[in-house]
């Protein structure tokens, strides 16, 4: 009976072939082919999903259709074991009944099959042997790198989930200063810190991570600062490389930076308030804003003002484009393809 979150993802990955999971990292594509799938690429596509997710992809269950963005790196491996998942989840009976009874069950629905691509491309003994060695800090991503076939992203995941206290592994862009990617871990008992990177935000103003050299790497106390005035204090482990600089955050000195410790007391999950409108009225959203619109999401739908967009768009199940639903039939052609 599926009662978690982890039940959601092992029900997920138990409907796999033993056969298929063993060798999906080594070939996605040729993998979801073999389980009677029809994969097709997909220029059109972006990053940004209708749950909140970080993949290229689409599916067709009813069709057996995934489409990707291709993108010729291990972006694209995340992406179709991400699809992989959603088609995995509509195997199995329950997990749809319990996101259902969730709060922004879309999003959830996201994460699951996050997890999904994460178990699928990183072994977890593989994580275990690395971290055991090694321990949480910022090269400890890049070894998961080169041990695998996943994506930065993914092995920020993998990652994040050995963190023994609050913090986040976050990928940031160099040439632009912002989070392009962040895994968050919550405090086991206190919940979300109210300030750590999240996708979207950029690095404040006179942090060190802004000027990090390539090939330099940084140990230290520093800070955190929202975009909305908050700000909390962090032990950061940083490595900086050509085009990013991956950086773990921790509430606690994880890597004895520091031999006296002096630590501010925490805040912690005191999200934004905001009066939203959405589904026919007025609603009390609180929680984090979304990284592209910059609105919270509605308590009801789950939805920020990038779903109401796209919800008003379909595409097309021949060209590919995405048009406005009006020009679209019932069988989901548009007007230039039926």
Known sequence: MIKTFDDCVAAALAALPDTVAQRFAGAP????????????????????????????GQSYLSDGVVLFRPTGNRRENFTLAHELGHWLVDQVDGVYDWLSRQENGDRLLETVCDAVAQSLL?????????VASRQVCAQTLLDLVDATQASRPVCAIALSRHLPCAGAVVIIDRESGAVTYSSVQP?????????????????????????????????????????WGQRQEFYI??????????????????????????DAPREFSHRLEADIRC?????????????????????????CLCTQRASNEATCRACGLEKAKHLMDSSGFCVDCM
């Open 29 to 56: 594509k040729e993998a979801l082919e073999g389980l009677g799938l029809t994969v097709r690429p997909a220029q059109h596509l972006t990053e940004s999903r209708e749950g909140g997710g970080w993949c290229d």
């Open 122 to 130: 990183i072994p977890a003994r593989v994580v275990d042997d690395i």
């Open 187 to 227: 405090d086991p008992f206190e919940g979300w810190p109210v300030a750590i990177p999240w996708p979207g935000q950029d690095v404040p103003p006179g942090h060190p991570l802004r000027n990090l050299r390539d090939g330099a790497s940084l140990g230290r106390k520093s800070f955190w600062a929202t975009p």
């Open 237 to 262: 482990d940083a490595v900086g490389l050509s085009r990013v600089v991956v950086a773990v955050f921790a509430d606690r000195d994880l890597w004895g930076v520091e031999t006296t410790h002096f």
């Open 279 to 303: 589904c026919g009225g007025t609603q009390k959203a609180r929680g984090f804003p979304c990284p592209e619109c910059r609105r919270l999401f509605c308590p009801k739908c789950g939805g």
